[in-house]
């Protein structure tokens, strides 16, 4: 059996990977934008704000723009190093250079304030504008592709420096008896071969390399397991399975969800 690495703050990196599912950031006196859940330990002092904490009123002005999710996030201040994780999903950190990229909101984890993130004009999307680093989460690695591109939307992570894609039906999907009953009432769902996301233009589109969606969590929340400070059903109980699952902000339902956005 081999013997495990053990980390200590000399060891760690510094703002890159600590292994494919765990990110380690280091702040000197810095800040980062950090969704609630996903900081897993830290070592130096450093503190947590919300976004609308007064001191706080500057920085957002300038780095923070996306009201419907803006409970989702925090300010990370202070010296030392931060290990960041989701689930176990696939963790990488990603440069921008006066760059314009939109990424799924749940995938996003972090970001610098040289970043300003905006809220996009699709559900479920928001939009990283500037030069910066920003750290995110994807169900299996990320692939970079060129457009023009068709892409099942389940496989969607995000788009850089191109248009926002249009829908894209199968024909047999638009004019099928099946294909119009699922359109109006949803049964039966929608695949990749029938419904596309369609890019154009110049740019990169990153796609996980999966067609499973990360599962939605309320941000933030506990695991439902007994003896985790708030959680407060019995042993055995049905809390926190998906079927009860909050939706988050910016959601639309069953019909987004379908969509994949």
Known sequence: ??????????????????????????LKG???????????????????????????DRLVRTSFHSPLHASDWV?????????????AFD??????????????????????????LKQSIVPGFVTLIGTGKFVAASNGPVVFMEPPLRVDPQALVGWADCPSPCHHYDHGYMTGVMGGVRALTGI???????????FVGAG??????????????????PPPQPGVPGHHGPSGSSHGQQGSVPRL?????????RFGL
């Open 1 to 26: 059996m081999s013997t495990p690495v053990i980390h200590d703050p000399a060891t760690l990196p510094s703002d890159d990977n600590v292994n494919p599912y765990t990110f380690c950031v280091e």
């Open 30 to 56: 810095s800040q980062w934008f950090l969704q609630k859940g996903k900081m897993i330990a830290y070592y130096g002092r450093i503190d947590f704000n919300g976004i609308g904490h007064g001191r706080l």
């Open 75 to 87: 300010v990370a201040e202070g010296s030392g190093k931060m290990l960041l994780a989701d689930r």
């Open 91 to 116: 963790v990488n950190s990603f440069d921008l250079d006066e760059g314009n990229l939109t990424i799924r909101s749940g995938n996003l984890l972090a970001y610098q304030p040289t970043l300003a």
């Open 188 to 198: 039966g769902g929608t695949s990749g071969e029938e419904h596309q996301f369609e």
């Open 204 to 221: 990169t589109v990153l796609l996980q390399s999966t067609e499973l969606l990360m599962q939605d969590r309320a941000v933030g929340g």
């Open 249 to 257: 902000p910016g959601q639309l339902g069953d019909l987004q969800r």
